[in-house]
């Protein structure tokens, strides 16, 4: 017995150091559970809780066990679907395109809203064009218990026109602008920042000044020289006069390819900075021993890391993107007719804002919807993919989880004096 006394002790100072101040880490374990008056056992789960975490050197412990056992994808669709202004923006965007799709339909596919009226001319319906929409009695207007459309719930132009089918034709105009001109910004930005980032040296700097110069080149007016020359180009030097209307029947496809070759700049520097830092970590590292190309590291390992900051930063530009195409195309200098678009809605009706105020207020409030929605969507995308954003819990999540970490009552015991007899 003795032996094995002091076999336990010589084997406590050895394992130590032999400096009895040093704690073993199981025994600061519990001195700290004691300390926090629990028994190291969660009262809610039941499962053995790290002490150290409950003494502050573990302040996301609650964090990862809410995203435990997950993979990247769920934790960025969860926390985005808990943003309240992508959710919104993501209908409301989902649902003006699909009532744009829907009534006029795609190219020879006719919607449930063709009129031929939309393109020709009719009688007005009421004085000035006003529209027909009427609004439920309930609501202080003259239909029944449901909203009442009419033959022009947007009123009318000047000869007679749908305006609904008008604005339903720019607002798929609009949308068209917008993805053709994210992709080819997209393609463009990641390509020029992932080789500056990832080679550095001579590369990065013919790339970097590069992209200053088209920083420096002002978006609005480049893109009106651009939409000018694609009308004044065919005419001066092609014979064929069907070269030309065949460019203006494409003229919303060309003007988003000519946005995304200037709006890209801003994307480039951003996948720059990420493949900056990315290059030096030790995955990279690991695959540039094991023989992997320059373009696998590339694609298979720097890129997905980098996907994040691309997605949230091409749907800001896509926004931009909308209002950039309306001020062109109000300008005269972007799409302009046989094709639809909201911006030239709005430069057509401008002199009727006294007087048929319709024509031009359902142009600019779709513009303002769509914009807004593409920035929601970015936003939650923004704190879904970024690891260093935490939602704070309300003022009642915080009292349950108080409450429900607080140790359970322990029962009281009863004397029966026999402790004293013994």
Request: aromatic share 8%; charged share 15%.
């Amino acid at each position: 017995m003795n032996n094995d006394n002091r076999f336990d002790d010589s084997l406590g100072d050895s394992a130590i150091g032999g400096s009895p101040n040093i704690i073993p880490q199981e025994s600061a374990l519990d001195a700290n559970a004691s300390a926090l008056g629990t028994t190291g056992v969660d009262p809610v789960s039941g499962q053995p809780v790290d002490a150290a975490a409950a003494v502050g050197r573990g302040e996301g412990v609650g964090e990862a066990k809410e995203v435990q056992g997950l993979s990247q994808s769920t934790i960025v669709r969860r926390k985005f679907l808990r943003h309240r202004g992508a959710l919104f923006g993501m209908i409301t965007l989902g649902l003006i395109a699909l009532l744009s799709f829907t009534s006029m339909g795609i190219g020879p596919i006719r919607g449930w809203w063709w009129q031929q009226n939309a393109t020709g001319s009719a009688t007005l319906a009421r004085p000035a064009g006003a529209p027909t929409l009427e609004l439920p009695f309930w609501l202080g207007g003259s239909a029944g218990i449901w909203f009442d459309s009419g033959p022009f719930p947007f009123g009318q132009d000047g000869i007679g026109r749908d305006n609904f089918a008008r604005v339903m034709e720019g607002i798929q105009t609009s949308l068209l602008v917008m993805v053709v001109m994210g992709v080819v910004a997209l393609i463009i930005g990641v390509t020029v920042g992932a080789l500056s980032g990832y080679y550095r040296g001579k590369t990065d700097m013919f790339l970097m000044r590069f992209t200053d110069l088209i920083i420096t080149l002002p978006a609005l007016v480049i893109g009106a020289v651009l939409g000018r020359l694609v009308f004044t180009v065919p005419e001066k030097y092609f014979q064929n006069t069907t070269i030309a209307y065949q460019i203006r029947d494409n003229m919303p496809i060309l003007l988003a390819i000519a946005l995304g070759c200037i709006l890209w700049p801003g994307l480039a520097r951003l996948v720059r900075s990420e493949f900056l830092s990315l290059r030096e970590r030790e995955f990279v590292d690991s695959a540039r021993v094991s023989g992997a190309s320059d373009f696998r590291i590339i694609a298979k390992h720097i890129l997905p890391n980098a996907i994040g900051v691309i997605i949230v930063n091409t749907t800001l530009l896509m926004s931009a993107a909308v209002v950039l195409e309306s001020a062109l195309s109000f300008l005269g200098f972007g799409i302009t007719q046989p094709n639809m678009s909201l911006g030239n809605l709005i430069s057509e009706n401008q002199g009727a804002f006294a007087t048929r105020p319709w024509l031009f207020w359902w142009p600019g409030l779709f513009i303002i919807l769509i914009a807004l929605c593409a920035n929601f969507i970015g936003d939650g995308l923004r704190d879904a993919f970024d690891p260093r954003t935490k939602r704070i819990p309300s003022e009642a999540a915080m009292r349950r989880a108080t409450k429900a970490l607080q140790p359970p009552a322990q029962p009281a015991v009863a004397s029966t004096g026999k402790e004293g007899s013994q």
